[in-house]
């Protein structure tokens, strides 16, 4: 139904930035909100930024990293600004949608999940 496909992770040097980008694509009514959740080895995923009707962010990444929309073409960014090496992860996009069926049918709100992209911070 809905499909998201992150581009634009990499290798980093500390202090330095990427940018983050989120397609959404496929049978999509409706995308309430679009965000970004990371995950480093031995944790658990955890919310890095997310807008929708607000926009809210991790204390963490606060002051540094900046979410942006595309509505019309249903794409979410993240600029990642004064990279650390805490920050490396690998990194989720997300979408709150509703899709649709082949019959153009809207389905039930949910969660959808990119495949997810490396970001490496390392000197």
């Known amino acids: 139904q809905v499909q998201l496909v992150e581009s634009g992770g990499g290798l980093v040097q500390p202090g330095g930035s990427l940018r983050l980008s989120c397609a959404a694509s496929g049978r999509i009514f409706r995308i309430y909100a679009m965000g970004w959740y990371r995950q480093a080895p031995g944790q658990q995923r955890e919310l890095v930024a997310r807008?929708?009707?607000?926009?809210s962010y991790a204390d963490s990444v606060k002051g540094r990293f900046t979410i942006s929309r595309d509505h019309a073409n249903n794409i979410a960014d993240l600029q990642m600004n004064s990279l650390k090496p805490e920050d490396m992860a690998v990194y989720y996009c997300y979408a709150d949608a509703v899709g649709m069926t082949i019959w153009s049918q809207p389905t039930s709100r949910r969660d959808y999940w990119g495949q997810g992209i490396q970001v490496t911070v390392s000197s």
């Open positions: 807008s929708g009707d607000s926009t």
